[in-house]
């Protein structure tokens, strides 16, 4: 793209063959002549001899003479130029709206606008950072002088962005931080004995975790950790030995799941390891820990505490196992009033379920620790809810979704991280293989050979109804197909988000429980019950899935003694899908995934839908992650100072992070 200056010295209109009008001018100076063609022929008029324009287009040699065709065109004026000459802003345009029209209407607004936006970030910020001003950065950002100038203008948005992000999870994490809990010894007495009753040893991971946990625990501040873990990694291991600290220490522990079918799991699996492990109930020993730690000017408050809490100091010590309860809404009347009564008066150690764990009707004795299975699918308010249930209960946040550490510090950063970045030895690596959809005979033997074996299989697509538009087989035509033209012999399930959760749970243990040999779902089941027999996976569609999705999907195979595998299917050979494919065969490893398609997808896409209370970033590029750090440091120095924004210099960042986190949350 080249841009030359001249003054026209001749203009001649001509048809072409369509009969359509067009111009032809030529511009010089006393360095030559140029020839540019317009296929406009009303330009004629505005193109008029000796008047000097400037042209910015693709210069080509045609007869020996230089020329361009369409180029861009604008009076030279010796103040500024518009459209030529300089980097030109890009806009979307409705129907009718020219790109000349709205660049010359946008830089009017800019021009009268920008200087009349209020400073937000206080000046000793500005300058701790090296940011533009907010004037010159809007104005720069829509017109800029140079690269440079630009590039400085979207550090500057970008930071704004960030540092609302920051101050909103920085502040909420201080906030819940910033009042008195319960500190927990740790009894290794306890943690020795449930360590006992494992068929395996620990990994390092799972070891470093229990003791960035474990410290956190022994604070008098609530702790509120996120435990990130592949699949398979040993997740709930970690969070039973936390949630065994909490009942060692005279307190209650809470485990939510995001559905009644993995409460009932997680039930299932705790009870049977920590039954088995003796606890300590006399709470004397506890209280006198927490008046050990706490400031002695709290004495006072922490009697009326415990008091309020229902603990007295002459409990008995039976040494008994951890009692654990299941609470989940299908219930019957009859036993969950049992298990609400255990909850209030101390005889349930830990209770397992679902959202119904934070309900009204659900009181606890004494809650100490709280553990969130799959977070992302629980919101900010109802982990608060819950939260509240307790005085200040610890908090442990747990997700089977590698996330990267940029969108870490976004969406989660209120939370401290612990990662499980290993697996147990003897896991078995799923095979996977990408084929095309004239393959899939050969991956119907594949599953009929494993199915004769005594295994099971699931086929996953992407729709649950037929669609006019996308031609992909539907979940409900699949699970006809497969049943009558090729299983007839076979029994085949279909599980899929428009049944209701109690049918959801039915299909689900009916297919752990061998009464079918396929499953055809959707991403329902992308987290999900344990099935160990399963050990093929046929996702259909797989070009429209995230590559955090398909790994998610690929995890609930190989979960048993046997070879498992992926099969990928997709005719879709764009370079995106190539590589995200290919990705998926050639790495297990779920972080170098989740970094993968945070770059081809995007935040937005992270989760396969609009993650809740993502914040929309316009400007800031969660790559940058020089600019999301210097963005947190600003907010934890900020708010060190003022930790509710309450100070008269920052009166209008305070609207601005109100604002920005309002419309996010409002999104979700």
């Known amino acids: 793209m080249e841009t030359v200056v001249g003054e026209v010295t001749d203009v001649r209109t001509f048809s072409m063959r369509n009969g359509r009008g067009s111009v032809e001018v030529r511009i010089g100076d006393e360095s030559g002549t140029l020839k540019a063609v317009f296929w406009r022929a009303w330009l004629a008029k505005q193109l008029s001899v000796g008047r000097k324009i400037v042209l910015s287009g693709k210069v080509t040699s045609y007869q020996g003479l230089r020329q361009m065709s369409g180029p861009d065109w604008e009076p030279y004026a010796s103040d500024e130029l518009l459209h030529t000459g300089r980097l030109v802003p890009v806009h979307p345009l409705t129907k009718g709206l020219h790109d000349r029209n709205a660049r010359r209407v946008i830089k009017t607004v800019v021009d009268m606008a920008a200087g009349l936006l209020p400073e937000y970030l206080p000046t000793a910020v500005r300058e701790r950072a090296n940011l533009l001003g907010l004037t010159q950065a809007v104005a720069q950002m829509h017109f800029p002088d140079n690269k440079e100038q630009l590039e400085r203008a979207r550090t500057r948005l970008g930071f704004d962005e960030f540092l609302f992000i920051q101050l909103g999870v920085v502040q909420r994490k201080m906030l819940w931080q910033g009042e008195l809990g319960f500190s927990f010894a740790l009894n290794e007495t306890v943690h020795n004995d449930m360590l006992a009753q494992l068929p395996f040893a620990l990994t390092g991971a799972q070891g470093r975790a229990l003791g960035e946990i474990f410290a956190d625990l022994a604070r008098p501040t609530p702790m509120a950790r996120l435990l990130q873990g592949d699949v398979g990694s040993g997740k709930t291991v970690v969070a039973a030995a936390a949630l065994l600290q909490a009942v060692a220490n005279g307190f209650q522990g809470a485990l939510m799941a995001p559905t009644e079918i993995l409460a009932e799991q997680h039930y299932k699996g705790l009870k049977r390891l920590l039954s088995k492990v003796k606890v300590p109930r006399k709470s004397a020993e506890t209280s006198e820990s927490w008046r050990d730690t706490l400031a002695a000017e709290e004495a006072a408050r922490l009697a009326e505490i415990t008091r309020i809490l229902g603990m007295s100091d002459d409990d008995d010590m039976d040494g008994a196992g951890v009692r654990v309860a299941l609470l989940t809404g299908s219930l019957g009347a009859k036993e969950r009033r049992?298990?609400?009564?255990?909850?209030?008066?101390?005889?349930?150690?830990?209770?397992?379920?679902?959202?119904?764990?934070?309900?009204?009707?659900?009181?606890?004795?004494?809650?100490?620790?709280?553990?969130?299975?799959?977070?992302?699918?629980?919101?900010?308010?109802?982990?608060?809810?819950?939260?509240?249930?307790?005085?200040?209960?610890?908090?442990?946040?747990?997700?089977?979704?590698?996330?990267?550490?940029?969108?870490?510090?976004?969406?989660?950063?209120?939370?401290?991280?612990?990662?499980?970045?290993?697996?147990?030895?003897?896991?078995?690596?799923?095979?996977?293989?990408?084929?095309?959809?004239?393959?899939?005979?050969?991956?119907?033997?594949?599953?009929?050979?494993?199915?004769?074996?005594?295994?099971?299989?699931?086929?996953?697509?992407?729709?649950?109804?037929?669609?006019?538009?996308?031609?992909?087989?539907?979940?409900?035509?699949?699970?006809?197909?497969?049943?009558?033209?090729?299983?007839?012999?076979?029994?085949?399930?279909?599980?899929?988000?428009?049944?209701?959760?109690?049918?959801?749970?039915?299909?689900?243990?009916?297919?752990?429980?061998?009464?079918?040999?396929?499953?055809?779902?959707?991403?329902?089941?992308?987290?999900?019950?344990?099935?160990?027999?399963?050990?093929?996976?046929?996702?259909?569609?797989?070009?429209?899935?995230?590559?955090?999705?398909?790994?998610?999907?690929?995890?609930?195979?190989?979960?048993?003694?046997?070879?498992?595998?992926?099969?990928?299917?997709?005719?879709?050979?764009?370079?995106?899908?190539?590589?995200?494919?290919?990705?998926?065969?050639?790495?297990?490893?779920?972080?170098?995934?989740?970094?993968?398609?945070?770059?081809?997808?995007?935040?937005?896409?992270?989760?396969?839908?609009?993650?809740?209370?993502?914040?929309?970033?316009?400007?800031?590029?969660?790559?940058?992650?020089?600019?999301?750090?210097?963005?947190?440091?600003?907010?934890e120095q900020i708010l060190a100072h003022d930790a509710h924004l309450e100070q008269s210099e920052h009166t209008l960042l305070r609207e601005k992070v109100r604002a920005f986190w309002d419309k996010a949350e409002g999104a979700s």
Not at 361 to 368: A, C, T
Not at 543 to 549: D, N, S
């Open 338 to 635: 049992r298990v609400l009564e255990g909850i209030a008066n101390g005889e349930v150690d830990l209770v397992i379920g679902t959202h119904a764990l934070f309900t009204e009707s659900v009181v606890y004795q004494s809650l100490g620790l709280v553990c969130i299975d799959e977070q992302h699918r629980f919101g900010v308010e109802q982990r608060k809810r819950l939260k509240q249930k307790g005085f200040n209960p610890h908090m442990l946040v747990m997700t089977a979704t590698p996330i990267p550490r940029s969108l870490t510090l976004t969406i989660f950063g209120d939370l401290d991280v612990s990662i499980l970045d290993e697996l147990p030895p003897g896991r078995q690596v799923i095979r996977t293989k990408w084929i095309t959809r004239g393959e899939r005979d050969k991956s119907y033997r594949h599953v009929r050979k494993e199915i004769e074996k005594g295994r099971q299989a699931f086929v996953i697509c992407p729709l649950v109804e037929e669609s006019e538009k996308i031609d992909l087989p539907s979940a409900e035509e699949m699970q006809i197909y497969l049943q009558t033209e090729i299983f007839p012999d076979l029994k085949v399930g279909l599980i899929h988000g428009k049944l209701l959760p109690r049918d959801k749970d039915e299909v689900m243990l009916a297919f752990r429980d061998r009464q079918f040999d396929i499953l055809v779902a959707t991403a329902v089941i992308e987290v999900g019950i344990d099935v160990p027999n399963a050990t093929t996976i046929l996702i259909e569609g797989a070009e429209r899935f995230g590559l955090a999705q398909l790994h998610q999907f690929r995890g609930r195979v190989g979960r048993g003694e046997h070879q498992s595998f992926c099969i990928l299917v997709s005719d879709k050979e764009n370079e995106q899908t190539k590589q995200r494919l290919e990705a998926m065969e050639q790495t297990t490893d779920g972080f170098k995934l989740a970094e993968l398609d945070l770059q081809l997808r995007g935040p937005g896409e992270f989760f396969g839908k609009r993650q809740s209370g993502t914040p929309d970033l316009k400007v800031a590029r969660l790559a940058d992650t020089r600019l999301l750090h210097a963005a947190r440091r600003e907010a």
